[in-house]
């Protein structure tokens, strides 16, 4: 093709036809800027693709990290709800001249109290990646990005709420009542574990019931437990919702 525009110009130069073959030239030049801009194009929409592909990968792996977060969170505030809910009900029961007449098993629920520190521990491979390698600027959608940026501050202070709990528990709590209560058992009325069982038989200390619910430390330490678990869960709420809301953007990008 090169060889033929370039014959009909020296065919033009030899018979003196200047102006003709200067409105060839222009043409000429046209046709090559034609060529380069559909060229540029080309290359730009490949490009576009490439990077739509990255970005709807990126997003998919994402979304899938966060369900598994959202299980996990969920698991985890059904478990905190559960140890509040216990907390209440044995602070009907203490007091100076206190009674058990529940038809509730007391070891059946001080496993609750004792078994407490439940953590959220979120699938936050993805983000981090997205976060660390400057991924984030893949995906378009602003929304997205805004939500992913304040889900680690977030995440540190649920973490925090969550530390400073298990430090109450492992420092106070349960040295209080590994004083005052055999917790071996309450062992063998909930089973946590799938290839091994908690039940570590009956104690041979008895302790009854009123002993504990008529001392004002063990109703403290149930009200204390409350109030953390209670902090901790409106953090995990908060965490939540911003994992659904992601999710859902996710949902329409992806979707387009």
Do not use: C
């Amino acid at each position: 093709m090169i060889k033929f525009f370039r014959k009909i110009r020296q065919n033009l130069l030899s018979e003196g036809k200047t102006g003709k073959y200067l409105k060839y030239a222009f043409g000429e030049i046209i046709l090559v800027v034609i060529g380069i801009l559909i060229a540029l194009q080309i290359n730009n929409s490949n490009q576009e693709r490439i990077l739509r592909g990255e970005e709807e990968t990126v997003l998919i792996s994402l979304k899938k990290d966060l369900i598994i977060s959202i299980e996990n969170i969920d698991n985890v505030i059904k478990e905190k709800r559960t140890v509040i809910e216990i907390d209440d009900y044995l602070l009907k029961f203490t007091g100076p001249n206190p009674k058990w007449d529940s038809k509730v098993n007391f070891d059946s629920i001080m496993y609750y109290v004792t078994v407490s520190g439940w953590m959220h521990f979120p699938a936050e491979g993805t983000m981090s990646d997205i976060l660390n390698s400057g991924k984030l600027s893949l995906i378009k959608n602003d929304s997205i990005r805004s939500l992913i940026s304040t889900l680690p501050l977030q995440m540190q202070w649920t973490r925090e709420e969550e530390r400073n709990y298990r430090i109450d528990l492992h420092e106070y709590f349960l040295p209080y009542l590994g004083k005052k209560y055999p917790i071996r058992q309450s062992t063998k009325y909930r089973q946590l574990y799938k290839y091994t069982s908690s039940n570590l038989k009956t104690s041979k200390f008895e302790i009854f019931p009123e002993q504990l619910l008529s001392d004002i430390e063990f109703e403290n330490i149930l009200t204390i437990q409350s109030i953390w678990l209670k902090f901790t869960i409106d953090m995990l709420e908060t965490q939540k919702l911003i994992y659904e809301d992601i999710v859902k953007l996710i949902d329409k990008e992806l979707n387009k």
